[in-house]
């Protein structure tokens, strides 16, 4: 042994539960993932690390969904289980409108009800077993690309999980990692932000938050530079930011994350202080950290096939389009403070802090693209035989990925590999050899709007 590692002794842990699928990750591309497998009648168990479902959406504070309507708000473009969701926030007052188009701004939701509904979607849903407070930890292969079992952590320790087939949904693309499938690295991965809630946000007319950052920069030089955007919550008196941001961070790599915990909680710290000098008669409370700063963009996992910003923006129609989608090529520059909006309406804007700085029109004028597609090939990864993906880790190009990896998107990206992962276990066939238009006819058939 060298002074500098340890060998463990081998070990023998106890298959805790036999399922058909295993779902890695509780978001709600995984919890749609494990409820379309489950409602064909598949048994599946669900793992998720933290102590709710929810990921992004709930773990931190982005309770913001986009529009399930083409940018010409003629035809309903989005519904299946995201549908389904909004109708039972809504029962409660605890999402704005989606039943009709929304702008840029799109569905606004209560992070913490999207819990408790998402409790009951899959407590209620008899074939899901869910563990949570449970960290996947290791793939353990039958061979190359066929997972035998996976091996997980929870209070009592380590034990092993046996699937036919298994489904990635960790964003950070742990299962596959582990399981040998090749990741690829982004040279200028999109910036994390923690978001954060407060209470008394309110200001005088007139006041605008850049200028004031700018105004305090030289006293508080924690002040998050670029973007940022804000919501009041529904049922809520409380306001969500998401005004941080840590430029050049590599999210999968651990001394970076705890850089950017560290860094992005002093830039909502920054925040606080500057409001407390600008406004010293108002009260500003800080009512919420997020459990886990939002990674916008880690590793991506190569696929048996790459969506390219070229085919989305050409509008291109798969044959094995699983999800439709209208959040325009979003990115976050992660070299300095612009972020930059390529809309499907024609327009391409850059933005500095919140000033335009640039516009133009990447379509010829009075040209508009509708809606994109995002096939299931993205969500194959090359080689697998019985391991899916679906969430940020999908195989997309940087304009590509700009625009699929919001949440409708990637809710449709989990029902689909839920239902593929269905199949592949009922045929016995591998990952790669699911036959789409099955697919897709299952995704309709299950309420999902494929075009
Ligand atoms: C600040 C910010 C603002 C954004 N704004 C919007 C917006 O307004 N609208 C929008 O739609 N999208 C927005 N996005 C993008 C979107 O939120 C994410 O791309 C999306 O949520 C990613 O979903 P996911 O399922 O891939 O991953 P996540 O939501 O990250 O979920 C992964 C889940 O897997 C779990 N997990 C990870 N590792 C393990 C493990 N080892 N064992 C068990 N479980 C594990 C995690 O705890 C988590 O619950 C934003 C992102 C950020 C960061």
């Not at 049922?235 to 840590?246: D, E, I």
């Not at 000098?277 to 108002?282: H, K, L, T």
């Not at 019985?386 to 590509?400: E, I, S």
């Amino acid at each position: 042994m060298s002074k500098n590692t340890i060998t463990l002794p081998p070990e023998t842990v106890p298959v805790k539960i036999e399922a058909d699928i295993c779902v890695v990750g509780g978001s709600c591309t995984g919890v749609f993932a494990a409820l379309r497998a489950a409602r064909l009648g598949a048994k599946v168990v669900l793992l998720e690390k933290s102590n709710r479902l929810g990921g992004v959406a709930t773990l931190g504070l982005v309770g913001m969904w986009h529009s399930l309507f083409d940018i010409t708000g003629q035809q309903q473009i989005i519904g299946g289980l995201t549908f389904e969701t909004l109708e039972r926030l809504e029962k409660t007052g605890a999402c704005t409108t989606f039943r009709e188009p929304t702008d840029y701004y799109g569905i606004r939701l209560n992070s913490e009800e999207l819990t408790l509904e998402l409790d009951t979607m899959v407590t209620t849903e008899k074939n899901i077993t869910l563990y949570l407070q449970t960290s996947f930890s290791q793939a353990v292969l039958a061979e190359p690309g066929k997972i035998e079992a996976i091996v997980a952590e929870d209070k009592s320790g380590r034990f092993a999980i046996r699937a036919s087939v298994f489904i990635d949904a960790s964003g950070d693309g742990v299962l596959a990692r582990s399981a040998g499938m090749t990741m690829r690295r982004v040279d200028h991965p999109q910036p994390p932000t923690s978001c954060a809630r407060f209470s008394g946000w309110s200001f005088p007319k007139g006041f605008s938050l850049r200028q004031c950052m700018d105004k305090y920069r030289e006293e508080l030089p924690d002040l998050p530079g670029g973007y940022y955007w804000g919501m009041p919550i529904p049922n809520s008196q409380l306001f969500m930011l998401a005004g941080t941001r840590v430029l050049q961070c590599d999210c999968s790599d651990p001394d970076e994350i705890t850089r950017a915990e560290i860094t992005s909680r002093r830039q909502i710290k920054a925040i606080l202080d500057m409001l407390r000098r600008e406004f010293p008669d108002r009260k500003f409370g800080l009512e919420t950290l997020p459990s886990a700063i939002g990674i916008r963009e880690g590793l991506h996992v190569e696929s048996i096939g790459t969506l390219t910003g070229e085919e989305l923006l050409a509008g291109r129609r798969f044959p094995d389009a699983i999800g439709n989608g209208t959040y325009p090529v979003d990115i976050h520059n992660d070299t300095d403070a612009t972020i930059s909006f390529k809309k499907l309406d024609g327009t391409m804007r850059v933005y500095r802090g919140d000033q335009c700085i640039s516009t133009e029109r990447w379509l010829p004028e009075g040209e508009v693209l509708p809606y994109y597609q995002i096939p299931l090939s993205c969500l194959i990864p090359r080689g697998a035989v019985n391991v899916l993906v679906a969430g940020r880790m999908l195989d997309a190009d940087r304009d590509a990925f700009g625009a699929v990896r919001v949440m409708v998107n990637l809710n449709q990206c989990g029902e689909a590999a839920g239902v593929a992962a269905w199949q592949a276990m009922r045929d016995g066939k591998g990952v790669a050899n699911v036959d789409s238009a099955e697919t897709r006819r299952l995704l309709k058939d299950g309420g999902a709007i494929i075009l």
